[in-house]
């Protein structure tokens, strides 16, 4: 019976742990709100000109379990003149476990942002209304094309580097 026991306790250590994924926390890292030309802003029927940036990022915060945000500015003007603009960095906890470390540059630079993205959209759109705005409803984004594009600049960017 003891050496049943300790064979299945010796299979059990030989095989490959399961991958493991879960979100452990989904928070607003940092909002802020900018309306430099209220309240003469107000007045100004012009239609503005709507503008995104998105930036995101990831850390360890220890074994197994990473920080993932999304920052996304969004900037209305007319002509030279700031309407408003809104920064949201979206984060969340992620644990992500036993996936081979080729695949944990894509889980933080796409399949983190894809889930933190409708949270930061809502954000975003919340502090246009409360500003007194029209909602800015931000399109989807194609977090894999994204990560694809960024891994270009960084190989041409080196491939660069090692020619001078």
């Known amino acids: 019976m003891a050496t049943e026991n300790n064979n299945v306790a010796a299979e059990q250590q030989e095989q490959p742990q399961q991958a493991g994924f879960s979100i452990e926390k989904i928070y607003v890292k940092d909002a802020s709100l900018e309306i430099p030309h209220a309240p003469q802003i107000f007045t100004d029927r012009t239609q503005p000109q709507i503008s995104i940036e998105l930036g995101n990022f990831a850390q360890m915060l220890e074994e197994g379990v990473f920080e993932v945000a999304i920052k996304v500015t969004v900037t209305s003007k007319i002509e030279d003149k700031t309407v ?63 990560f694809a594009q960024q891994k270009q600049q960084q190989t041409e960017a080196a491939a660069a580097s090692a020619k001078h």
């Open 84 to 146: 408003f603009l809104v920064e949201v960095t979206q984060a969340g906890i992620f644990q992500i476990r036993n996936v081979p470390e080729e695949n944990m540059e894509m889980i933080a630079g796409i399949t983190c942002p894809n889930i933190l993205f409708p949270y930061a959209r809502e954000t975003v759109s919340d502090l246009v209304v409360r500003a007194g705005f029209q909602p800015v409803l931000l399109n989807p984004i194609n977090f894999e094309a994204l």
